[in-house]
């Protein structure tokens, strides 16, 4: 898992920083709608749900993994506007102009 960096430091030449904004219902699990954080250069969607998931714990991870691990199908997540689901998955690397990257994380349900 990844080192995560919760504060907003000075960007240094080895981290990105990302900028994950949440939707829908895991804006009352992590009671934020953005959160900026610094991880290592390299790191993937996979690290930093990761290590998301061990600040907030179960009420995140349950809403994002199913039991065996998987990604929820009902999570959308974007990596600088692209959904993550056409560019590698939890895999798909975390760069961006300038070393910042933005990350939306969307929960969609089917019904009506």
Known sequence: MANLT??????Q??????????????RAVVESRDLNVSLPQGSSV????????????DPFAK??????????????????????QD???????LAGQEDQVEVIMLPMFEGG
């Open 46 to 57: 996979g690290d930093l749900l990761g290590a998301l998931a061990g600040r907030y714990g």
């Open 6 to 11: 919760f504060k907003e430091p000075m960007q």
């Open 13 to 26: 030449a080895n981290t990105v920083r990302v900028r994950v904004r949440f939707m829908g219902d895991l």
């Open 63 to 84: 809403w994002l993994f199913t039991e065996s691990g998987e990604l929820h199908h009902y999570i959308l997540i974007f990596v600088n506007g692209e959904n993550i």
């Open 87 to 93: 560019t590698g998955g939890v895999s798909t690397g």
